[in-house]
């Protein structure tokens, strides 16, 4: 099994930045066949929604959705487990609880973790 827990989040205004963090634990077996992270997004009454990812086995490969693209940048520090996210220029229309997420070889389920809340004041 594989726990994630997050940090980062909170208030910003218009235009502002925050930085999430999210850090992978458990048995080592579980931690060496995760091969992917990253963020996935929920506004109330929206559905969930990718905002980033970066695979971790095959050279850091990232993904963004198109609302992000130039504003956010994801990162992973591979020795310690993390995938970071770094969102500039946040709008209101960021405002979401944001959840990482963890991709393994040996499940189809990705993990998840708790939800981090973003709020961006207008």
């Known amino acids: 099994q594989v726990q994630l827990v997050e940090s980062g989040g909170g208030l910003v205004q218009a235009g502002g930045s925050l930085r999430l963090s999210c850090a992978a634990s458990?048995?080592?077996?579980?931690?060496?066949?995760?091969?992917?992270m990253g963020w996935y997004r929920q506004a109330p009454g929206k559905q969930r929604e990718l905002v980033a990812d970066i695979t971790i086995t095959s050279g850091g490969i990232t993904n963004y959705a198109d609302s992000v693209k130039g504003r956010f940048t994801i990162s992973r520090d591979n020795a310690k487990k993390t995938v970071n996210l770094k969102m500039d220029s946040l709008k209101p229309e960021d405002t979401a609880v944001y959840y990482c997420?963890?991709?393994?070889?040996?499940?189809?389920?990705?993990?998840w973790g708790q939800g981090t809340q973003v709020t961006v004041s207008s």
């Open positions: 997420y963890a991709g393994s070889r040996i499940r189809a389920d990705a993990y």
């Open positions: 458990g048995s080592i077996f579980s931690i060496n066949a995760i091969n992917a």
